[in-house]
């Protein structure tokens, strides 16, 4: 009887060391209850990350938008003006070729630069081209000296720079023969009269001179 109690309280012994060693293994804190069996293992904190059981915040997977640069400003074209049409005077209208005429412009845009052309009717030859001076009213006045003009029509015209759009037009008449002054005649003309001019005086002459002779003959 005593070995079997003794038998018992050995194999009772063995059993509890065995589960106290047992239990102090399988603790997921590796803590074991009694005294002086407390062992706290040493954990590393990673900044960021957390602690074993506690992994730390999650960082976030929405991707940052990129700033919008603002958008420069952009300047509006300046539109440019549409060129005032005006009027046109020629005179004199119809004038021998080496006349003087005058072309007055009145009613187009102030300061606008102009082109003044007058072109013959039966070629489109460029007789004449000027760039008039026009004034803050939008009128101006130039003269052309027609010598060189061909006897014809012509036609004188107002042109907006850059694009040479037309603005006004009047008709021009050049009679006569180039070179010679606004006396509505030409060379021919001339040559003709001073011809005429010489046969009379030679006649005349011719005249005295034979009654010269009979007077002579009868006082003889």
């Keep these: 009887m005593r070995r079997f109690t003794a038998f018992a309280t050995a194999t009772g012994i063995a059993l509890g060391v065995l589960l106290l060693v047992a239990a102090f293994i399988t603790t997921p804190s ?3 209850y009694g005294a002086g069996l407390l062992v706290t293992p040493s ?30 400003p952009t300047t509006a074209p300046t539109a440019t003006p549409t060129p005032r049409r005006g009027t046109l ?11 003087e005429v005058t072309v007055t412009g009145t009613g187009f845009s102030a300061n606008a630069p102009l082109a003044l052309a007058i072109e013959a009717d039966t070629d489109g030859t460029t007789a004449a081209y000027v760039q008039p001076s026009v004034d803050g009213s939008g009128n101006f006045s130039q003269r052309f000296a027609t010598a060189g003009f061909r006897p014809g029509v012509y036609t004188v015209s107002v042109h907006a720079l850059p694009n040479t759009q037309a603005l006004a037009q009047a008709k021009l008449t050049i009679s006569g023969t180039p070179g010679l002054p606004n006396t509505g005649t030409g060379i021919a003309d001339d040559r003709g009269r001073t011809g005429q001019l010489a046969l009379a ?13 009979a007077l002579r003959r009868r006082r003889a």
């Excluded at 954990?43 to 938008?65: E, F, K, L, N, Y």
């Design 201 to 213: 005086g030679i006649l005349a002459a011719t005249m005295l001179g034979l009654a010269g002779v």
């Design 30 to 32: 590796g803590t074991a």
């Design 89 to 99: 005077v020629v005179a004199p209208t119809t004038a021998a070729a080496g006349a």
């Design 43 to 72: 954990v590393t904190v990673d900044p960021g990350r957390g602690t074993p059981d506690d992994p730390g915040p999650v960082p976030s997977r929405t991707p940052t938008r990129a700033a919008t640069p603002a958008a420069s």
